[in-house]
């Protein structure tokens, strides 16, 4: 099966361009938010506090993405200034946003008298799920690609959009499919195996998610071939999800011990 992009661009209202990433994105943050609505409204909780947090998780998500990305970027953005907000061709880091969406969520709990890692569990459903949607928004821009193959699932990738040393290449690896695909089973995991054997304990979904979903990225990174920035021979990604495992076994060890996280 050979994967081939519509292109980036869905189509033109005028002389203003509607691009699927854009698309993707959106579709992505109103399936979570539903998905994230719902699951509060059944265990009792206010859903104005999700609808005002999503306000401020996709403003400051967003911005924190996008501010990661080109600060590990800015050998290409210090020469390109114009293009640091065109966030509609593609750029935002998940890590760079999960970042950000914590530290919001852990002013807004403060100021609200909400425990952070309820919140930090509801919303997690939605965040794993939005990125399973969301890495589509890499298909339709031709990025994000593994290196070249000849397996029967590959991916097309158009002369234009190879990286140097691989104009010959025509197919390489989806490995944004591989991460979609990857993201759902761990949401699925959360809701339906995790949420079971944690119940009531606090901050069990999201310190799982870390280590699920890093777990994942590490590996489906290896195959990936636009990575330009390392530490310690791994690339940022990898280097990332090895700190996010940390956190993510150090946290789910603390709050399954603590019996201060219980009562959700």
């Excluded at 029967?152 to 234009?160: D, S």
Aim: aromatic residues 16%; charged residues 10%.
């Amino acid at each position: 099966m050979i994967l081939r992009s519509l292109g980036p661009i869905a189509f033109e209202v005028g002389p203003l361009e509607i691009r699927w990433y854009g698309i993707i994105i959106a579709v992505a943050f109103i399936v979570g938010l539903l998905v994230v609505t719902r699951i509060a409204k059944r265990q009792n909780e206010n859903p104005e506090h999700i609808l005002d947090l999503a306000t401020y998780l996709l403003i400051g998500g967003v911005i924190s993405a996008r501010l990661y990305y080109v600060i590990f970027n800015w050998s290409y953005y210090s020469a390109h200034l114009n293009e640091i907000l065109a966030i509609w061709q593609g750029g935002l880091s998940i890590h760079g946003g999960i970042i950000g969406g914590f530290i919001i969520l852990a002013v807004y709990t403060k100021l609200h008298n909400l425990s952070l890692f309820k919140y930090a569990d509801l919303l997690t459903y939605g965040v794993i799920l939005g990125q399973a949607i969301g890495r589509w928004g890499n298909f339709f821009n031709s990025e994000a690609f593994g290196g070249p193959t000849n397996l029967a699932l590959k991916l097309y990738i158009p002369p234009e959009s190879r990286p140097t040393g691989y104009s010959e290449c025509e197919y390489f690896h989806p490995t944004f499919l591989y991460e979609s695909v990857w993201n759902l089973i761990v949401f699925l995991l959360l809701y339906f195996v995790v949420r079971k054997i944690f119940r009531g304990q606090n901050g069990t979904i999201l310190f799982t998610y870390l280590i699920l979903y890093s777990l994942g990225r590490f590996i489906i990174e290896s195959i990936r071939i636009d990575n330009i920035y390392s530490v310690f021979g791994l690339a940022l990604a990898q280097f990332m999800s090895i700190i996010l495992v940390i956190i993510g076994v150090i946290g789910l060890y603390y709050v399954t011990r603590n019996k201060k996280h219980t009562g959700q």
